[in-house]
């Protein structure tokens, strides 16, 4: 199962809203995961099951959607939420992240 | 507090061998799912291989079936990855991790770097 992640790269200033867009190649409702990276720093999950958000994380951070369209949305962006984002899906294997989206600030 | 600690990384030259080692504290180990995702310069996130069905069947991504060997000693609560016939393409920071259910990985080692170079 392909993901395809959008956009690559992305700049916004804080306090804005982004969005953070996965597309599987075949509906996989509603195995969608969503982890922020961080460099010199291990990953960290932020959503399971493309909606629900994971102890002690912001919830400025939400996830969406089903079949094959979810997205990631962070409001009112943070200094500390610079990072990349990758979705990951566990319905089928081999489980596959998407290519990643670097979050620069603006 | 659970934690994963990676060793055996290093620099080797295509077509020879390493194996990763992976001890991991503060949670009951014994068929505990555990995963290894890597890394590689430039690159986003790949999973490499990993036990699924409480713990015990080894799975594979198709790069590395045939030359990667998953393992695991409940005793010494170690998971290991044989790495055999590496190839320049295998360079990378590997990533133990714990896998929560279903594949969600839910703590990651800080990772240990494997250079496959001539």
């Known amino acids: 199962i392909q993901v395809t992640q959008s956009p690559s790269s992305l700049s916004a200033s804080v306090g804005d809203t982004v969005t953070i867009t996965c597309r599987a190649s075949q509906g996989i409702s509603p195995y969608l995961n969503w982890y922020q990276h961080k460099p010199g720093k291990a990953p960290k999950v932020l959503i399971s099951g493309a909606s629900n958000l994971q102890r002690g994380v912001p919830s400025r951070f939400s996830g969406s959607g089903s079949g094959t369209n979810f997205t990631l949305t962070i409001s009112s962006l943070q200094p500390e939420d610079y990072a990349t984002y990758y979705c990951q899906q566990t319905y089928g294997a081999p489980i596959t992240f998407g290519q990643g989206t670097q979050l620069d600030i603006k | 507090d659970v934690h994963l600690e990676e060793s055996g990384g290093g620099l080797v030259q295509p077509g020879g061998s390493l194996r990763l080692s992976c001890v991991v504290s503060g949670l009951t180990f014994t068929q505990q799912p555990m995963s290894w995702v890597r890394q590689a310069p430039g690159r986003g996130l790949e999973w490499v291989s990993g036990?699924?069905?409480?713990?015990?069947?080894?799975l594979y991504a198709g790069a590395v079936t045939g030359r990667f060997t998953i393992s695991r000693d409940n005793a010494k609560s170690t998971v290991f990855l044989q790495m055999d016939s590496l190839r320049i393409e295998d360079t990378a920071r590997y990533y133990c991790?714990?896998?929560?259910?279903?594949?969600?990985?839910?703590?990651w080692g800080q990772g240990i770097v494997v250079t496959v170079s001539s």
């Open positions: 991790v714990k896998d929560a259910w279903g594949w969600l990985f839910d703590y």
């Open positions: 036990f699924s069905s409480g713990g015990l069947v080894p």
